[in-house]
């Protein structure tokens, strides 16, 4: 059973960074894309970026594109999202998510998941 274990959220000010992890166990990233999405209170719930199985194609919602960075460590078997520049619409809890199978591509709608883990809470406040 694919599992996922987030970790690396926190409280941040403004203009800060974080980088959040996502570990995967029982498969290895060659064969899974990976997704990051978040939800903020009485908010549906968003996708943010994804990087694919096959060549780490990623891709990023408008409102991140130039501050988060989405990357893998095939060695560690886990993704990380380097999120800088952060602001206060970035307060969201954040969480993995996996879809079997080779992709050459990714898409960041939570339907073409189907392994989510527990989340992590992301706060950016002064």
């Known amino acids: 059973q694919l599992q996922l274990v987030e970790s690396g959220g926190g409280l941040v000010q403004p203009g800060g960074s974080l980088r959040l992890s996502c570990v995967v166990s029982?498969?290895?990233?060659?064969?899974?894309?990976i997704g990051w999405f978040r939800q903020a209170p009485g908010k549906e719930r968003e996708g943010v970026s994804c990087?694919?199985?096959?060549?780490?194609?990623?891709n990023y919602a408008d409102s991140v594109k130039g501050r988060f960075t989405i990357s893998r460590d095939n060695a560690k078997n886990t993704v990380y999202l380097q999120m800088n520049s952060l602001n206060f619409e970035d307060t969201a809890v954040y969480y993995c998510?996996?879809?079997?199978?080779?992709?050459?591509?990714?898409?960041?709608?939570?339907?073409?998941?189907?392994?989510w883990g527990q989340g992590t809470q992301v706060t950016v406040s002064s």
């Open positions: 029982e498969f290895t990233l060659d064969d899974v894309t």
């Open positions: 990087i694919s199985s096959k060549r780490g194609v990623s």
């Open positions: 998510a996996a879809s079997l199978g080779v992709r050459w591509t990714c898409t960041i709608g939570p339907f073409a998941y189907d392994y």
